[in-house]
């Protein structure tokens, strides 16, 4: 057992701890915002994929077009992360607007953005894995910096400026607001649609970096990345004690949910638990996490 | 001496250590309509919830027959023969008639519903109403009388052991025309010659002349009076309902006093039903029905600069919807507004909230207050723009703003990070006022507020009334919806009376009589 604990408390491991997370982390920031304007996006999976094909095509495109030199240049590393966060944000455009202005369910939207961003994203790449990619754009999901990896450092990045946004600034205000009151909110002058539609833009972008980050740690894009991410997502911002009627939340929660669920299959994977009996058990956590939450409140009113 | 159908005695009811009701006796006789009379708050609705098993008193006795008897749960009085009509109806939309009233107890074999035997009930129970509804339509394409029919069906089809007992209204008649209400009172006259004992809570006095056997009045929770309807004409029930220290102080400008500048002059205006009803293309209170309510007509006035201006007129008249649609939260289909000389076309609240003026919805909880956020985020929210550079909050400004307001308008609270929900009604509403106050840019020239003190107790009501008068003296322009007279008289400088979707009549000085405004309030 301690040998057990030795192994997950060495700092190797924390740090793939941390490494694990990064991604869904990053995703759990945009979808926090989300969810905390009652809102929900099934097609963070997806679109993870799709902006990780259609970045690594737009390196190769540009790769092919400019460099024939040999010399390593930044436009394709530029080229294929701007793709990932536009392909992200016009995600986020599509949802935004069909939720924000035509009043449609998010959960359907999302639902049918899921399945068409990922048919794209396997017409796009027909299906194979897209590799050799720029080694400055690897470097988005293998470098590592003053000893921790590149993607550790963005994710806290994206909580950092998450968490600031949202509890410092009046956009966050109105995220807030939105989710606890839509009615109240329009009623006070907010722009209840265009704070809605901002922040699915937001989060599409999140989507798009985190979709960049993935296939740089692969060092390919694969059209069926992120397969299942929206549940491990919305499971962390749960966990994390959001509530999915809107309103009440943060991003920090979303870090703890995000890091309790990812220590849990680390020290499961560690304690060499059977990977089939280790996602029953996560979901017996999510579970609990959520049923606890609600005993939490029910002894309060 | 025949026992009572239902009796509650010594019934003390208190919310979150405020006594909602102290000490009140009620008996209900087979065969008889019992009238309950009170203003907003008076504790009606809780003296209902108690007899109809929503609410556990905190102390008395209830009894049936001379039996006593404990209700923990609405089916627990639903088993014993006592339905209550409350007045949001307990329908589910898109189900028919008679899926409605034998919701919850569908005749069935084997767990397969039995179409047979629910439509031969749904059939008894609406012929017993000696109503006429067709029993398939889903019952949101019914009239709001119809619906209430329906609601009273289904109490009648209750299959409890001994039949309906006690039949509890709440309030049925607010949304109804003068010929719906006399249908609903001829079948009220039935049901009670079959002996249905009945408790009957209306605002309006003349009905209850008509209809009522006995009559019991509360105020602030207590029982004031109460008897035979010949004892208590309505004149005499008035004094009992209102005679609350309010209506001896008066919050009108005094008579020297000239208003100032025009600042809202509204011409001819009017609204249509929106063309989607699930769109929120106009936010209802949640209080009122989504349909039935009269749509503004024709509404021609004038709001000064100084003046408060009262809107009154019957539930349904189409007031909110003048506010409504005067902010931008409800399409207007004729009609100008001119605010402060220039042309006013909201296309939504936030129009009119960058013009200056500001709105106070009448039901705080759906359409005001953020309910968990705290006092300070709601204090703020619409001066939040203010209060930040750069689109960062400054969290001092803020929090100083927010305890400057809670100051002034005396909100008890245990601190500005305490959740809004947490506040009784009176400090919530000084809240949502206060979001108004709080230096804004454009500062406030207009300040609409629908109904100021509904569901507000007794000492925050004046302090209310206070602020709204402060805020005139200092050159706003306030329009006060309201359902209660006595507020209107004490409070307003002048009275337009609403009736059917449009302004009938606008009263001032001395004309600005109870007798006045009912006059005009009712069709004659």
């Known amino acids: ?301 | 001496m025949t026992h009572a159908a239902l009796a509650a005695a010594h019934i003390t009811v208190r919310y979150a250590g405020v006594v909602a009701l102290r000490d009140v006796t009620i008996e209900l006789h087979p065969g008889a309509i019992h009238a309950l009379v009170g203003e907003n708050g008076a504790g009606k609705s809780t003296l209902m919830r108690v007899l109809a098993g929503a609410r556990s008193p905190d102390a008395g006795t209830l009894a049936m027959n001379g039996e006593a008897v404990q209700f923990r749960t609405p089916r627990d009085a639903h088993r014993a023969g006592i339905r209550m009509i409350q007045q949001e109806l307990s329908l589910v939309p898109g189900f028919s008639a008679t899926e409605n009233i034998v919701l919850g107890d569908e005749p069935s074999r084997w767990g397969i519903l039995d179409r047979r035997a629910t439509r031969a009930r749904a059939e008894r129970a609406i012929d017993g109403l000696g109503a006429s509804i067709d029993l398939d339509t889903p019952v949101e394409r019914l009239s709001l009388a119809q619906r209430q029919m329906v609601e009273i069906a289904k109490a009648l089809a209750a299959d409890a052991p001994s039949g309906l007992r006690v039949l509890i209204l709440d309030e049925p008649t607010a949304i109804l025309s003068a010929h719906e209400t006399d249908a609903l009172h001829a079948r009220l006259v039935v049901l009670r010659s079959r002996g249905l004992a009945i408790l009957y809570c209306s605002h309006r006095l003349d009905e209850i002349d008509r209809l009522a056997d006995h009559v019991t009045v509360l105020r602030d929770g207590a029982y004031v009076g109460g008897g035979t309807i010949r004892e208590f004409p309505p004149a005499t029930l008035i004094p009992l309902m209102v005679g609350r220290a309010i209506e001896r102080r008066s919050w009108r400008a005094p008579a020297e006093m000239v208003p100032g500048s025009v600042l809202l002059e509204v011409d001819r205006l009017a609204t249509a039903p929106p063309p989607a009803p699930h769109r929120r293309a106009r936010v209802r209170p949640s209080g009122a029905p989504v349909t039935g309510a009269t749509d503004v007509v024709e509404a021609s006035f004038v709001l000064r600069a100084g003046e408060i201006v009262g809107l009154v007129g019957l539930v349904g008249a189409g007031r909110s919807e003048v506010a409504l649609a005067l902010i931008g939260a409800m399409p207007r289909t004729a009609g100008t507004v001119t605010l402060r000389g220039a042309p006013f076309r909201p296309r939504s609240p936030r129009d009119a909230v960058r013009a200056g003026i500001g709105f106070v919805p009448e039901d705080r909880a759906a359409s005001a207050l953020m309910p968990r956020d705290s006092v300070r985020v709601n204090t703020t929210l619409v001066a939040l723009r203010g209060l930040a550079r750069a689109g960062v909050v400054n969290r001092a400004r803020e929090r100083a703003m927010t305890h400057q307001w809670v100051e002034a308008l005396r909100i008890k609270t245990p601190s500005i990070e305490t959740p809004v929900r947490r506040l009784s009604g009176g400090n919530q509403q000084k809240v949502v006022l206060a979001r108004w106050l709080v230096a804004g840019d454009p500062p406030l020239s207009v300040l609409i507020v629908d109904e100021p003190t509904r569901g507000v107790d007794v000492g925050a009501r004046t302090e209310i009334y206070d602020t709204l008068r402060d805020l005139a003296t200092n050159h706003t322009g306030v329009l006060i919806i309201t359902s209660d007279l006595v507020e209107a008289m004490a409070l307003c400088d002048r009275l337009l009376v609403m009736r059917e979707g449009r302004i009938v009549g606008e009263l001032t000085g001395a004309d600005q009589t109870a007798e006045r405004v009912a006059s005009l309030m009712v069709p004659s």
């Open chain 1, 1 to 301: 057992m301690s040998a057990l604990a030795g192994a997950f408390f060495s700092l190797g491991n924390l740090l793939n701890v941390a490494l694990s997370i990064a991604v869904i982390g990053i995703l759990g920031v945009g979808m926090t915002a989300v969810i905390l304007t009652g809102g929900i996006d099934l097609s963070v999976g997806s679109g993870v994929a799709l902006s990780g094909v259609v970045a690594a095509l737009a390196a190769h495109a540009v790769d092919s077009g400019a460099a024939t030199g040999g010399s390593p240049s930044l436009l394709p590393v530029v080229a294929a992360l701007g793709a990932a966060l536009a392909v992200g944000a016009a995600g986020g455009v599509f949802t935004g607007v069909a939720v924000a202005r035509l009043r449609a369910p998010a959960f359907l939207v999302t639902l049918a953005l899921l399945s068409i961003e990922r048919g794209l994203a396997f017409l796009f790449s027909s299906g194979q894995a897209v590799s050799d990619l720029p080694a400055g754009f690897n470097w988005l999901g293998q470098g590592i910096v003053f000893g921790v990896p590149v993607p550790v450092w963005l994710t806290a990045a994206c909580f950092g400026v998450g968490w600031f946004v949202l509890a410092r600034t009046t956009w966050g205000r109105w995220i807030y607001a939105v989710g606890g009151n839509e009615a109240a909110a329009w009623l006070a002058g907010i722009d209840t649609r265009g704070v809605t539609l901002g922040t699915y833009v937001a989060n599409g972008l999140l989507v798009g970096l985190a979709g960049a980050v993935l296939t740089a740690r692969l060092g390919a894009a694969v059209p069926n990345a992120g397969l299942g991410y929206e549940l491990d997502v919305i499971a962390a911002v749960v966990v994390g004690g959001t509530a999915l009627t809107g309103g009440r939340g943060s991003v920090l929660g979303t870090l703890a949910g995000a890091v309790c669920i990812g220590t849990l299959d680390n020290a499961l994977n560690l304690a060499n638990v059977d990977p089939y009996l280790q996602r029953v058990v996560v979901g017996v956590v999510i579970l609990l996490a959520v049923l606890g939450e609600r005993l939490r409140h029910r002894g309060r009113t």
